[in-house]
Structures are given as structure tokens and as C-alpha cells.
């Protein structure tokens, strides 16, 4: 069984951070290196959007403009694990985030490149 599954979300005050998680596990996770991870947002009404990716080795990583400076995603592949380090939240980066994965070199921003999916952690922000 193939499963992301994402956690840290919460509620926070505009200017606080957050630190998600999500891990892999599943036969198709065995070598997790081999997969380029993302993180996207849904906000309610609107599409999901990307956030961040990095290369399977971690050496590559992409943001949105509007998170670049605010977020760092990183991932620890001894533990099957990505992270995104969400520093200086607004209140428009309330939605629910995340993390995908694709069995490819390069980070690409479609969610239709992402073969496999997390149900999703509950980010909210107060203004």
C-alpha cells in the first residue's frame, strides 16, 4: 500500500511558523530517493496550486514566487520524509497543503505530474 502522509498542520497567528511533514512508506516507497516531492495548496473555492518541490536528491528545490524567502522545503531520505519550514505566514497562505510525488528528475508544477498524493494537513493563518 502506497501511502503520503502529511501532519503539522494547525492554526497559527499571522507572522508565526509551522513545520509540515509527510511521510512515505508502501513498497513504492522503498527507494524514496528516486522520487521528486512537492507540496500544493487548496484554498477553499480556488485550485490547488504548487508550493515548493525538490529533486529526488535534494540538491534542487523550486518555489512559488509567493512563498520565496518565507519557506524552505528539505527532505531527510534515510527517514522517507519531506519537509516545508513555513516561516512569516499570512493569512493568504491559509489552505490545506500537500505533499505529492513523482517518479521523475525534474520538478514540475502541474498537479497532473504527480502520481502520488497525501490527504492533505489543515493550514490556517489569523490575521
Known amino acids: 500500500q502506497v501511502q503520503l502522509v502529511e501532519s503539522g498542520g494547525g492554526l497559527v497567528q499571522a507572522g508565526g511558523s509551522l513545520r509540515l511533514s509527510c511521510a512515505a512508506s508502501g513498497r513504492t516507497f522503498s527507494i524514496f530517493s528516486s522520487y521528486t516531492m512537492g507540496w500544493f495548496r487548496q484554498a477553499p473555492g480556488e485550485e490547488r496550486e504548487f508550493v515548493a518541490g525538490i529533486q529526488r536528491s535534494g540538491g534542487g528545490t523550486y518555489y512559488t514566487d509567493s512563498v520565496k524567502g518565507r519557506f524552505t522545503i528539505s527532505r531527510d531520505n534515510a527517514k522517507n520524509t519531506v519537509f516545508l519550514q513555513m516561516n512569516s505566514l499570512k493569512p493568504e497562505d491559509t489552505a490545506v497543503y500537500y505533499c505529492?510525488?513523482?517518479?521523475?528528475?525534474?520538478?514540475?508544477?502541474?498537479?497532473?505530474?504527480?502520481?502520488?498524493w497525501g490527504q492533505g494537513t489543515q493550514v490556517t493563518v489569523s490575521s
Open positions: 505529492a510525488a513523482r517518479d521523475g528528475a525534474y520538478i514540475l508544477t502541474s498537479t497532473g505530474a504527480y502520481k502520488y
